[in-house]
């Protein structure tokens, strides 16, 4: 934008400066007409100007050659050159007989013709009034040199603007190509298929990487550490928990005991969900990788027969297969696990699982995320239930074994990858979970 701006200032200001230099020359040579004529002026016995001879110039002899010249005195009597034949040069405005005064200006003498006119007053030694010389040359001569110039000079601009714009676009590509492949990498990194920045960039761009990697490295150190004092700290407490219950098992009529061992309980649970938050939050911050969905819901149909043998609905899929969950595996198990178990316990005949990409997307956001609906034909739940359910803890129904916190982690898991999370009436009558998490 800012060299077609250029450009075009450029074109405009030598334009102008042709212009004017056009036009000076142009009045050089009607003056240099106008000294010559003022060399043959003479006077008569009576005292009045006369030309002795012709201008040497002899298109300025030539009727309707376009050059013309006019002697007007200060008293009105005029001597016109031959090639003005019956014309008149007309008269500047508000001529001002001061001598030595010059002026130039554009006329036109018939239809078609127009003339540039330069004029100057003279003081003849022994002639009583101030004489007006006048010299008139074709204007379409200067229009057709600035015409000329200006069609040479945009097809010169033009050429070089567009050079300019191949070197400039040259310059972009090459210059910008270590930046693209850095770019791609940052890609790969993301999508899992490196952990690291490598290959070589120009020194301006090396710091960068150097630092990037040493933020990945000290990343995955922490995550690492974090990791293990969390699994040391749940190991630590699973002992001493574990011998709780187990002394507490041998008292099943004592309500003290039961209700040290539904405490126990809630603790074990308590422990077992914020390993899982740890755990997730850990493999968000580490380079994402891409799961298929497809073999996830394999292997958890195969389990949901097994934990519900006595009671498994029907469950149908429609998947594409080319789908791939941007994210640790394990955290689509779990929350697929998760939802899946609840609609076993409560759906009455059929479950219904779609694996698709986002339709709601707006244009302007990411398209690649997709969309997880599963619908059962159970009792469903109020909006009121809706709100309790996805509390940490809260059960609707004692009657199913349970600790509430199903919804809960599949909550903070979704949470985690800024997926979103909806539980409204499926079409069967049941609960339908539509889940939206990103894809690759």
């Given at each position: 934008m800012?060299l077609?701006?250029?450009?075009a200032?450029?074109?405009a200001i030598?334009?102008?400066?042709?212009k004017?230099?056009?036009?000076?020359?142009?009045?050089?040579?009607?003056?240099a007409e106008?000294?010559?004529?003022?060399?043959l002026?003479?006077?008569?016995?009576?005292?009045?100007?006369i030309i002795?001879?012709?201008?040497?110039?002899?298109?300025?002899?030539l009727?309707g050659?376009?050059w013309y010249?006019?002697?007007?005195?200060?008293k009105?009597?005029?001597?016109r050159?031959?090639s003005l034949?019956?014309n008149?040069?007309?008269m500047?405005?508000?001529?001002?007989?001061?001598?030595?005064?010059?002026m130039?200006?554009?006329?036109?003498?018939?239809?078609?013709?127009?003339?540039?006119?330069?004029g100057r007053i003279?003081?003849?030694p022994?002639v009583?009034?101030r004489l007006?010389?006048?010299?008139?040359?074709?204007?379409?001569?200067?229009?057709?040199?600035?015409?000329?110039f200006?069609?040479?000079l945009f097809w010169?601009?033009?050429?070089l603007?567009?050079?300019?714009?191949?070197?400039v676009l040259?310059q972009?590509?090459?210059?910008?190509k270590?930046?693209?492949r850095?770019?791609?990498a940052?890609?790969?990194i993301q999508?899992?298929?490196?952990?690291r920045?490598?290959?070589h960039?120009p020194e301006?761009?090396?710091?960068i990487?150097?630092?990037?990697?040493t933020?990945?490295?000290?990343?995955e150190q922490r995550?690492?550490?974090?990791?293990?004092?969390?699994?040391d700290?749940?190991?630590?407490?699973?002992?001493?928990i574990?011998?709780?219950?187990n002394?507490t098992?041998?008292?099943?009529?004592?309500?003290?005991m039961?209700?040290?061992?539904?405490?126990?309980?809630?603790m074990?649970?308590r422990?077992?969900?914020?390993?899982?938050?740890a755990?997730?939050?850990?493999?968000?911050?580490l380079s994402?990788?891409n799961?298929k969905?497809?073999?996830v819901?394999?292997a958890?149909?195969?389990?949901?027969?097994?934990?519900?043998?006595?009671?498994?609905?029907?469950?149908?899929?429609?998947?594409?297969?080319?789908?791939?969950f941007?994210?640790?595996?394990?955290?689509l198990?779990?929350?697929?696990?998760?939802?899946?178990d609840n609609?076993?316990?409560?759906?009455?005949?059929k479950?219904q699982v779609?694996v698709g990409?986002?339709a709601?997307?707006d244009?302007?956001?990411?398209t690649?995320?997709?969309m997880?609906?599963?619908?059962?034909?159970?009792?469903?739940?109020?909006?009121?239930?809706i709100?309790?359910?996805?509390k940490?803890g809260q059960r609707?129904?004692?009657?199913?074994p349970g600790?509430g916190?199903g919804?809960a982690?599949?909550?903070d898991?979704v949470?985690?990858?800024?997926?979103k999370?909806?539980?409204?009436r499926?079409?069967?009558?049941?609960?339908?979970v539509?889940?939206?998490?990103?894809?690759a």
């Open positions: 800012w077609t701006v250029a450009l200032l450029s074109h030598l334009g102008g400066l042709f004017t230099a056009v036009e000076n020359n142009f009045d050089d040579r009607l003056n106008a000294e010559e004529i003022l060399s002026i003479d006077k008569d016995k009576t005292g009045r100007f002795t001879r012709p201008p040497g110039n002899p298109r300025l002899n009727p050659s376009g010249w006019q002697i007007v005195s200060e009105n009597r005029i001597i050159s031959r034949w019956d008149t040069l007309p500047p405005d508000n001529l001002d007989w001061k001598t030595g005064g010059r130039a200006y554009n006329a036109e003498l018939s239809p078609g013709e127009s003339v540039h006119i330069s003279y003081r003849i022994g009583d009034n007006l010389i006048l010299t008139a040359g074709p204007l379409a001569e200067i229009k057709q040199a600035i015409d000329d200006n069609s040479q010169s601009l033009l050429a603007g567009t050079g300019l714009m191949a070197a040259f972009i590509r090459y210059g910008l270590p930046l693209r850095l770019q791609n940052l890609k790969a999508n899992g298929k490196q952990n920045l490598s290959g960039y301006e761009i090396m710091p990487v150097s630092e990037f990697n933020v990945l490295e000290q990343s995550l690492l550490r974090t990791r293990k004092e969390i699994g700290l749940a190991h630590a407490l699973k002992t001493p574990s011998i709780i219950q002394e098992d041998g008292h099943p009529d004592s309500e003290e039961v209700l040290i061992q539904r405490q126990s309980q809630i074990q649970d422990i077992q969900y914020q390993l899982t938050r755990r997730t939050a850990g493999a968000i911050h994402a990788t799961t969905i497809a073999p819901l394999q958890i149909e195969k389990t949901m027969t097994m934990l519900h043998a006595d009671h498994c609905p029907d469950m149908t899929f429609d998947v594409d297969e080319n789908i791939r941007q994210g640790d595996r394990q955290d198990e779990e929350i697929l696990g998760n939802i899946l609609a076993c316990k409560w759906a009455d005949k479950i779609f990409r986002d709601d997307c244009a302007g956001h990411d690649k995320n997709i997880i609906r599963i619908d059962d034909d159970g009792p469903g739940l109020t909006p009121q239930q709100g309790i359910a996805l940490r609707l129904d004692e009657s199913q600790t916190l919804l982690i599949v909550k898991i949470a985690l990858y800024q997926g999370l909806d539980l409204s499926s079409k069967t009558g049941g609960l339908s539509k889940i939206i998490l990103p894809g």
